[in-house]
């Protein structure tokens, strides 16, 4: 009996302790949930955009699939930025874009990396199959856009089949550089804006733009957006000239 | 740049949703511990166990769970939006993150030090009066503080290192939800690898800290 009422007690504690916790939302805060590999380009054209806007922008970081995820159960964010077609198309199909709204701004070059003071010899895709190549670090190829693009490029190939055995598959493109600088790989695949942030690494292999997968950054506003007309004011703003110099900066392919 | 005000601002509100999130937790996971150290319930064994499924699981698991529950496409979701409560891509969702995980390490060190209080000093108490809640705030607790203080403490110090829940349910948000832990993650995704050291410096001496000092109570600690 007074277990129960210990339980009231606490009961009560809780339902108090929420009851307290509303708070009111900023018109003016743009939430945008974008890739990781996006986080700096997207950090000064914020900056530079709220220099010029009453407008404040909040970025969210994460894996593509995350932030799909999270949108599809109603996260509340106004603007998604993708690094991947897949995730944004996820989103169409359930209706959680706003019509019309959805553009293709960005691409991006796959690239091979090895080990800074690697001595082994590779100079294509083809050279993986060598036997002292024994792994190779690849973003998750069944979830995450980069280990998703990289063997499709490989199957267009036909190198995958004989290269999956070697193919260890990590977290994300960071976690694929990681292990290339700290040699437990031979070799990964990873973008080239990634590539460019190590020193511990080095490109041995450009996959050419026509020929590798097309890699798109789709951009959209989400639907359930309270705040779309400022979220579409910072989109315009991202895919203007200011924006588009941004991200080229950080060696993003820009489409014109 | 290292120990900029980004830096403090992101330890500060660790500390602080990591205190609120084991405040949070504290009542519950006392009254929980005790019944399962000093009651026979139907199922209780069912309950331990999940009880203790946070601690086992992938917490991304645990956070896409929470994202289930909490967002708004779920009816409990629904209803909190409802009523201006948001936790997805918020604080809150920071909080629940962090208290979800931390409680498995609460209720499995209360319940132990609870374990170890000597039954025949509360039916002593009984006998001579005391109501059972009297008992309890009495004897049982003030005899269990320190296995409780060092509880609270591993689950703050589990609370401050959180990350897979915490990603999925409240976003990786600088200055509204990123943590010591998203932090880290963020500058190491970025290749700003002195920026993340010094993250991972403040986080290994606020961890030690809080671990140590939890050991040294259940240390010191006299079993009647």
Redesign the interface.
């Known amino acids: 009996m007074s277990t129960n009422k210990i339980i009231c007690f606490i009961l009560l504690m809780a339902l108090l302790f929420f009851s307290g916790m509303r708070n009111a939302a900023n018109a003016d805060e743009i939430l945008v949930a974008a890739a990781a590999s996006l986080t700096d380009a997207l950090k000064d054209i914020g900056k530079a955009y709220q220099a010029k806007s009453k407008h404040k922008i909040l970025l969210t970081l994460g894996p593509s699939n995350f932030l799909a995820r999270q949108i599809d159960e109603g996260a509340p964010a106004d603007m998604f930025f993708s690094a991947d077609l897949a995730q944004m198309d996820l989103l169409e199909k359930n209706g959680r874009l706003e019509p019309g709204s959805r553009k293709n701004l960005l691409s991006n070059q796959l690239v091979i990396v090895v080990p800074a003071d690697s001595k082994l010899a590779i100079a294509s895709p083809k050279d993986l199959l060598k036997s002292d190549v024994k792994k190779i670090a690849l973003a998750d190829p069944a979830a995450v856009p980069v280990g998703v693009y990289t063997s499709k490029y490989l199957a267009d190939e036909g190198l995958w089949d004989k290269m999956k055995p070697k193919i260890v598959p990590v977290l994300d493109v960071r976690a694929t550089l990681a292990s290339v600088e700290s040699g437990n790989v031979e070799a990964g695949f990873v973008y080239k804006t990634d590539a460019a942030i190590s020193k511990k690494v080095k490109i041995v292999f450009e996959v050419p733009i026509e020929k590798g997968p097309k890699i798109t950054y789709p951009v959209a506003l989400i639907k359930e957006s309270k705040k779309k007309e400022a979220a579409r004011d910072f989109m315009n703003y991202v895919s203007g000239a200011a924006g588009k110099s941004a991200f080229k900066k950080y060696g993003f392919v820009v489409f014109e | 740049m290292i120990f900029s005000v980004e830096t403090w601002q992101i330890t500060i509100f660790s500390l602080g949703v990591g205190l609120a999130s084991t405040l949070?937790i504290l009542?519950?996971g006392i009254?929980l511990a005790w019944?399962f150290a000093r009651?026979e319930w139907p199922l209780k064994s069912v309950a331990e166990t999940i009880v203790l499924l946070p601690l086992v699981m992938p917490p991304v698991s645990t956070g896409?769970i929470l994202?289930?529950i909490f967002?708004?496409?779920?009816p409990f979701?629904q209803w909190l939006?409802n009523?201006?409560?948001?936790i997805?891509?918020n604080w809150?969702g920071v909080l629940i993150a962090m208290a979800v995980m931390s409680f498995p390490l609460l209720v499995r060190s209360v319940r132990t030090s609870f374990s170890e209080v000597n039954p025949r000093l509360e039916q002593i108490a009984a006998t001579l009066g005391a109501?059972?809640?009297k008992v309890?705030f009495v004897i049982t607790v003030p005899l269990a503080y320190k296995g409780i203080v060092a509880g609270a403490l591993l689950a703050f110090a589990r609370a401050l290192g959180e990350f897979g829940a915490t990603?999925?349910l409240a976003?990786?948000?600088?200055?509204?939800?990123q943590t010591l832990s998203l932090a880290i993650f963020?500058f190491?995704?970025?290749?700003k690898d002195s920026e993340a050291y010094a993250l991972l410096g403040i986080t290994v001496i606020l961890a030690f800290t809080f671990v140590w000092f939890s050991e040294w109570l259940l240390r010191t600690r006299k079993t009647v």
């Open positions: 949070l009542p519950f009254v019944l009651k896409l994202l289930k967002g708004r496409r779920s979701g939006y009523r201006g409560i948001e997805v891509f809150k109501s059972a809640l309890f990603i999925l976003g990786n948000i600088p200055g509204k939800t963020n190491v995704q970025t290749g």
